[in-house]
């Protein structure tokens, strides 16, 4: 009997809100505002979409134009610290890719990093304060 009574009560909450016409036109002016927020969220993806396009054309020349310096930086800086009977690197750290919406890393997380070694037979490591000496630091 309780559940013919909660099955009844059910019923006659809904036959109310079906008979409300306020309740009608709430329902699909929400319905009509989705719809335009679902057309929205999707011109915004395609606008997301050819910005990204946009930004790997040009990021392109851009970061083969930077790799390119840095490579000479590297090739300076090797032989500077060979001239000094040391050994040094410079690199630029790209960071990582981090989720589905990124290839690669952010640009935030790009960097130049400069590895030296003031000792024989150790490979170089990357020039900071816990590693090397001041002097090293300000030779380096």
Not at 51 to 77: C, R, Y
Not at 78 to 95: F, H, I, R
Not at 107 to 113: L, Y
Request: proline share 2%; with cysteine; charged share 35%.
């Amino acid at each position: 009997e309780e559940g013919e009574a909660a099955l009844e009560e059910a019923e006659a909450k809904i036959n109310e809100i079906v008979a409300d016409p306020n309740v009608v036109r709430q329902y699909l002016r929400q319905q009509v505002q989705i719809e335009e927020m679902d057309q929205q969220v999707e011109q915004m993806q395609l606008s997301k979409n050819d910005k990204v396009k946009e930004m790997q054309h040009k990021k392109g020349p851009w970061q083969a134009a930077l790799k390119n310096s840095v490579n000479k930086i590297d090739t300076k800086f090797s032989q500077y610290m060979s001239e000094l009977g040391c050994q040094g690197e410079v690199a630029l750290t790209e960071g990582e890719a981090d989720g589905e919406e990124e290839e690669e890393g952010s640009f935030k997380d790009w960097g130049i990093e400069i590895r030296v070694s003031f000792r024989e037979n150790t490979k170089p490591q990357v020039l900071s304060a816990r590693v090397q000496s001041g002097g090293e630091r300000s030779v380096s």
